[in-house]
């Protein structure tokens, strides 16, 4: 589909999950394209500074905490480990550095133009590129998102006292305090990362509860899990301000509701309040496209914007910003470009926070799913301590939880506390993409002895016939 008028068919503004894997699909589906990114590698945040170096580290740290806290112990290997930080942030910097060069590769591979620089409309069809000015029928803007700043609170992540979450991935040395400002994501996974090896966290979270957005239940078993590893919890709080004096922070922090101030000291503040989309100096304004009140960029369905020829994916429009989400945006708007038919289900999007143990879900929460059948709901839960694999692991944390539509006995969310619940989800999520029922899930053979026969399980107890409860 060659177009003449055009340099490109497809420009793709930004190479993050969304950004590449789009610049991929329209490269395979045959149409000519070409993918802006001003940063020096490829990937995006999740590559970069996001889901793999963030994994890399909480790999490693957990082999550090197994042997450290007797967990290695109790299964016969007497170890003392000695922390070796450089290294570990070598093996960072080389699984970043690997995945970031094999997108470079792939782009080669498929024939999609590296255009290096920042992007920015000049009108729909015709962007600047740094110097270049680049032409193209089809525009993707797939920007990403940034850390949302805290007023009050400046990130200087070359000082290393109150850093964001690139610069927490990067600690020279492990702080013998840290407070973490937002018990989100961000916040518990590279929160874990430290109090493994071995600074003393508090986090600070604005809200009574921690992980917003997941199952009432499965957020108070977090609390307690968090707490049990010794992670200190300050509901219900918020920081109003932050000075910094050589290599101390000093916090002020008050009740959300109002009340006393009080400070904390910190050697280290990680600042983990949530991300907001990028979309300065792209120019939205030569093209008459605006935001909607979160600063997003609105699309129908198919990703269109409401611009003729500009289209946008990934954590620059709304929906939870999540690489994979990012993903499956990226092909289904590629493929709606080529006059395919491309569809996310956003109804399915599996999110997992990759803490020990990993903490899942899929559709919707059990206070979700009573609203929306008016209570008609039916919930079995299994937990991890009756599942035989996680027993003899010496993995009792966490349960799973199946919600499920009284009458139809549909599945409507899952989810799970589990040390491989961000593997086990995924069968949820297939079962609810086919639409499942419990039964389906109950009746369905699971090996043995496997963690996701607490799946099945609580599936079972959906019936109230779980067999090893
Ligand atoms: P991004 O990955 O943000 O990529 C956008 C790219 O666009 C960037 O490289 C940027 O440089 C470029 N860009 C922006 N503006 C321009 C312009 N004008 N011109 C040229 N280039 C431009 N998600 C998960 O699903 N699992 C995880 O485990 C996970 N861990 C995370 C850990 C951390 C610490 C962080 C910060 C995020 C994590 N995320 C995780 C979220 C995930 O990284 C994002 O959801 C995902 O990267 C979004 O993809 P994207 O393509 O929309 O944008
Ligand atoms: P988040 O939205 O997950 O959590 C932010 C937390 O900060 C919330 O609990 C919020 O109530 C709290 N908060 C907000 N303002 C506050 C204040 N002033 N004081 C105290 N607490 C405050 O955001 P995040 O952890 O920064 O992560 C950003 C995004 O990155 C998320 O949307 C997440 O989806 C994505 N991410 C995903 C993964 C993963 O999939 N494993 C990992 C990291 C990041």
């Not at 110097?131 to 089809?138: L, Q």
């Not at 699309?299 to 003729?308: G, I, L, Q, S, Y």
Request: net charge negative; with cysteine; hydrophobic share 40%.
């Amino acid at each position: 589909m060659a177009d003449q008028t055009y340099d490109y068919d497809v420009l793709v503004i930004g190479a993050g999950p969304g950004g590449y894997v789009a610049a991929i699909r329209a490269a395979q589906l045959g149409l000519k394209t070409a993918c802006a990114e001003s940063r020096e590698t490829l990937g995006g945040t999740c590559l970069n500074v996001g889901c793999i170096p963030s994994k890399a580290m909480l790999h490693a740290s957990e082999y550090f905490d197994a042997a450290a806290n007797g967990t290695m112990a109790s299964m016969g290997i007497d170890v003392t480990p000695k922390l070796n930080l450089p290294k570990m942030h070598e093996q960072r910097l080389d699984a970043v550095g690997g995945l970031t060069k094999g997108i470079e590769f792939l782009f080669k591979k498929n024939k999609v133009d590296w255009k290096k620089g920042r992007a920015s409309f000049v009108d729909a069809h015709t962007l600047k590129v740094g110097d270049e000015t680049v032409t193209a029928r089809n525009v993707i803007i797939a920007t990403g998102s940034s850390v949302t700043p805290l007023p009050g609170v400046e990130v200087d992540n070359d000082q290393q006292v109150v850093v964001d979450s690139t610069g927490a991935l990067e600690l020279a040395k492990v702080p013998r305090t840290m407070v973490v400002i937002g018990g989100g994501v961000i916040g518990l996974e590279l929160g874990s990362v430290w109090r493994r090896l071995g600074a003393e966290v508090t986090v600070v979270e604005f809200l009574d509860q921690l992980l917003p957005g997941m199952d009432m239940e499965i957020r108070k078993e977090a609390a307690k899990i968090f707490k049990k590893q010794g992670m200190e919890l300050k509901l219900s709080t918020k920081v109003t301000g932050c000075t910094v004096k050589g290599k101390k922070a000093t916090l002020t922090v008050e009740p959300a509701a109002g009340g006393e101030a009080e400070t904390m000291q910190a050697d280290c503040v990680l600042v983990s309040i949530g991300r907001r989309p990028n979309t300065d100096g792209l120019g939205l304004e030569n093209i008459g496209l605006e935001l909607n009140q979160r600063g997003q960029i609105e699309t129908d369905h198919d990703f269109r914007t409401k611009v003729e020829g500009v289209w946008a994916v990934g954590d620059v429009i709304p929906g939870p910003m999540l690489a994979h989400k990012a993903e499956d945006e990226g092909i289904a708007c590629a493929e709606n470009i080529a006059g395919h038919t491309g569809i996310v289900n956003h109804d399915v999007i599996p999110g997992v926070v990759y803490t020990w143990p990993e903490i899942a879900g899929v559709g919707l929460t059990e206070d979700e799913a009573k609203t929306k059948t008016s209570g008609a709901v039916k919930v079995g839960k299994f937990p991890m301590m009756a599942n035989s694999r996680a027993k003899t692991n010496h993995e009792p944390d966490g349960f799973v939880k199946i919600i499920s539509e009284a009458d139809s006995d549909r599945v409507l969310g899952v989810w799970c506390i589990a040390v491989p619940a961000g593997t086990m989800i995924a069968e949820a999520a297939l079962a609810m993409e086919f639409g499942a029922t419990s039964e389906d899930i109950a009746y369905t053979c699971h090996a043995h002895p496997t963690h996701s026969e607490a799946m099945k399980e609580a599936a079972m107890a959906v019936q109230g016939k779980p067999i090893h409860m």
